[in-house]
């Protein structure tokens, strides 16, 4: 079992950054998938960007070009830099893991607000 818990969300305005943390209970190193989701009021969690234990990454188009998935091993932790952010990004992000092809764990969620 893994515990993730995210930090760095907040209020920022529109053409801000923030960086989100997802600090895992143990090592990410075998971990074959990490990622972040987000949840807008009325709207389906939707993906944001993975990343595998190799190093590949997968972006949603909305956030290509803004948001920088990465994780680094020592700390076993991952993060999401975003960039430019707009208001349509407001949602709360959700960290995720997959240590295997079974099971998937989730933080608590990081509250993210983008002003106009």
């Known amino acids: 079992q893994v515990q993730l818990v995210e930090s760095g969300g907040g209020l920022v305005q529109a053409g801000g950054s923030l960086r989100l943390s997802c600090a895992a209970s143990r090592s990410i190193i075998r971990i074959n998938v990490m990622g972040w989701y987000r949840q807008a009021p009325g709207k389906q969690r939707e993906l944001v960007a993975t990343i595998t234990s190799g190093g590949n990454t997968n972006y949603a188009d909305s956030v290509k070009g803004r948001f920088t998935i990465s994780s680094d091993n020592g700390k076993n932790t991952g993060y999401l830099q975003m960039n430019n952010l707009k208001p349509e990004d407001t949602a709360v992000y959700y960290c995720?893991?997959?240590?295997?092809?079974?099971?998937?764990?989730w933080g608590q969620g990081t509250q993210v607000t983008v002003s106009s």
């Open positions: 995720m893991c997959k240590p295997n092809p079974v099971n998937t764990y």
